[in-house]
């Protein structure tokens, strides 16, 4: 079974600083995608980037970026210039492409917090 | 545009009672899912439907059923509550050409009582 490990339960930093939240994962798999989601208090679930994993490109959304090592099953987000509005839970999660699954595997959780 | 929608946002029920929690999916969208999430924990997939039938399942009991109506959105039911089934239920949207691709409503707290 497919299993999304986020081994820091709390984070904080900066407004205007850099962070960056570490995920791991374990998949048979080879097609697959990943994501970060945010769940800020308000509790909606909005997707903050994802990343095909046949493509070797970390992907980028503005100040959202990924270090994903595909040999390493590892999937970090980094957040640039860190701003209040940032601060939320965020969840990794992970998604076969083939095949008959549809559905998302998400670890357990980081909460950011962003002190200004 | 309107995004996904579910109602209701609160609810409280007692051990034993049955619940009916209602998912409106994103304009366009054909495919609804439904994950729960318990206190402190991240969404579990409880299962998945498109065009009217459940097309995947999670590791939930028969308690939990659901339903998918001819205008796309969805209905998930619980029978026989358990104090355990407390949680944050989230309802996600997607297209079935482009499937990994989910949009969250903003959930129905549960307290079960």
């Given amino acids: 079974a497919q299993t999304v490990t986020q081994s820091q339960p709390e984070m904080s930093v900066q407004e205007a600083e850099t962070v960056t939240l570490s995920c791991t994962y374990d998949t048979s798999e080879s097609d697959y995608y990943l994501f970060w989601y945010k769940q800020p208090p308000s509790r909606q679930m909005i997707l903050v980037i994802r990343q095909e994993a046949y493509k070797q490109q970390n992907a980028t959304e503005n100040r959202f970026s990924v270090n994903f090592q595909k040999a390493a099953k590892s999937f970090s987000l980094k957040i640039s210039d860190s701003q209040l509005g940032d601060a939320a839970m965020y969840f990794c999660a992970w998604m076969n492409s083939g095949g008959s699954n549809y559905k998302l595997t998400f670890g357990k959780g980081t909460l950011l917090t962003v002190n200004p | ?113």
Wanted: net charge negative; hydrophobic share 30%; with cysteine.
């Fill in chain 2, 1 to 113: 545009d309107a995004g996904v929608t579910q109602s209701p946002t609160h609810l409280i029920k007692t051990r034993g009672q049955q619940v009916t929690l209602r998912c409106s999916p994103k304009s366009g969208h054909d495919t609804v899912s439904w994950y729960q999430q318990a206190l402190g924990q991240g969404p579990q997939f409880i299962f998945q439907y498109y065009e009217e039938e459940e097309r995947q399942r999670g590791n939930f009991p028969d308690r939990f059923s659901g339903h998918q109506f001819p205008n796309y959105s969805s209905e998930l039911n619980v029978n026989a509550l358990l104090l355990g089934d407390s949680a944050l239920y989230l309802c996600a949207s997607s297209l079935e050409q482009g499937r990994e691709t989910q949009y969250f409503g903003p959930g129905t707290r549960l307290l079960v009582l």
